[in-house]
């Protein structure tokens, strides 16, 4: 799945962003409080988050001086390849606990119901739940700031993110094997 393009509204610095992304690597570049971890969280509650979720979390995530009714809300869009072509969809989220909506259409049907919708991101990206996503998804900020130092060795973290030889992503991956273990 490539996300195409990604949509935020109320979520902390970013009251209305709408940032469309081009083919390839993206990489989020600018100085600290600009809100580049906010888009990471932003694309982890699009593909992951369960849209009734009321973890307390949620509400520290409203865009800074918000009302107390403003929420966050999430669409990305996306192209996935598969053996008829590419497809292009998108997934919105509106956080709001239990009155929390989410509307998807990817292949020619449209999902309003949460879990199917979580359960189709899930098939479509690999990516199970935030632990796993939060394990793979980034490269930390000392691992960049090596880059200029080591390129091999930013090279070999990313593989071993990407393989799943780091602690978080094994960690995933076992209870991923466990669960799908449980079920056959």
Known sequence: MRITRLHIQNLRRHEDLDLEFARGLTIVRGPNESGKTTLQRAIELGLTRRVTSASGDLDVLRTWGATDDARPVVRIEFEQEDDDGVNAGFVEKSFRGAKGTVRMEYGGQSVGDPAKADQILAEL???PTEAFFRSTASVRHHE????????GALKDRLQA???GADRGTSRARKKLEKGLYDLN
């Open 125 to 127: 990206t690999g990516i």
């Open 144 to 151: 960049v700031d090596d880059l200029a130092r080591d390129e």
């Open 161 to 163: 993110s990407i393989s």
